[in-house]
């Protein structure tokens, strides 16, 4: 079991990170929350945030306009700074819907041209490109190994028509962690393009886009990264701005934004070209608040800390369920387990144990025939031992 500080004793990012980020979550003196791969809660900087938008906007009207865009522009330079790369490859998006069809609308496609993609992805990555066919394009759904997503059979799968793989980072519900910069590495050898739906790892784990080279990405604020609903994230490599036709224009996609008595149709030489109208002002300010706290956890004890937590974390949770005769789907390998542990209850409906979780005041969720729960680095031992508890009840 961890160690916690004293009562009296100051609570630092220095010396306790996790309780100094426990302090930042009210949802934790009403919930022992383990849903972050389905909804997260808002930190509280985040809903701070929105508050004094709301203040604001509320009695100083458009006044604070350029208050609000800088945060907009605090939003851009933390998501770049998350990711490792430069602001102007960072796309400000409402969803992670939006990041993959601004790709897969956008993308100059021929007729014969293929994607490979895993069978089992979330609608989400599966859709977009699916609505390619009435332009000829063939989408090839790769067979899982149980729950593994295999970098061998993704290549296999690909030809000389395949002009991309789009896949997830994380498994929505078997939590399986694709080995990202073999995958990536391989595909460009081949000259196939790569596409992460980020969204049940970024923040969580490090993506240093320096040194991996995955050249389209997408994830929603919501869920990890403790942000509000409605604000997300897209990058895009400048090298492949021009490969995009901006489908989606509007007075924002353009390098002369605010000349609206001449306007002219010369787009930005970044990925806001994509961003055509007004920015979600509130949930910029929102998102960026709640990176803050990831940002200073890097900054403090390396890119690394937040994923050894959350492993650390579902290791023991693993354990306990496993003392109790209840097996999970964690894969045999670190690398490629997130903070996802689905599991099932011997006898018991998926659903009807999240019910009765949830009388216990724990939070999860049913997926894939099981029951999925998400940790966080701000959840902690005795989290674990009230939901293993309330199974065991």
Sequence with gaps: MESSPSPTSPVSVEHHPWDWWRNQMPITKNWTYLDHAAVGPLSAPAAQAI????????????????????????????SAALLGTETDEICLIPN????????????????????VL???????????????????????????QGDVVSVDDLLAACDASTKLISLSWVGYASGYRIDLERLVGEAHDRGILVFLDAIQGLGVFD???????????AADGHKWLLGPEGMGI????????????????????????????KPELELKNAAERFEPGSANMVGSAA?????????????HHGPDAIASRVLSLTDELRESLLERGITTRQDAEQNHRSGIVTFEVPGRSPVDVRNELLKAGCVVSCRDGGVRA??????NSEDLSRLVNAIKA
């Design 234 to 261: 897209a990058m895009i490599r400048r090298k492949h701005f021009d490969r995009l036709r901006c489908g989606n224009v509007g007075w924002n996609s353009v390098k002369n934004a605010f000349n609206y008595a």
């Design 118 to 144: 895993p069978e089992g992805e979330f609608p989400s990555n599966l859709f977009p490109w699916e609505n390619q066919a009435a332009r000829g394009v063939t989408i090839r759904k790769v067979a899982r």
């Design 207 to 217: 993506l240093d886009l320096r040194k991996i080279d995955v050249d389209f990405l």
């Design 51 to 78: 508050c004094r938008y709301a203040g604001e906007a509320e009695s100083q009207g458009d006044t604070m306009w350029p208050t609000w865009a800088g945060r907009v522009d605090e939003l851009r330079r933390a």
């Design 287 to 299: 998102l960026a608040a709640s990176l803050d706290l990831f940002l200073t956890i890097r900054d």
């Design 96 to 115: 992670t819907s939006t990041g993959i069809n601004l790709i897969a609308e956008g993308f100059r496609w021929q007729a014969g041209d293929s994607v």
């Design 374 to 379: 998400s940790v966080h680095a701000y959840n």
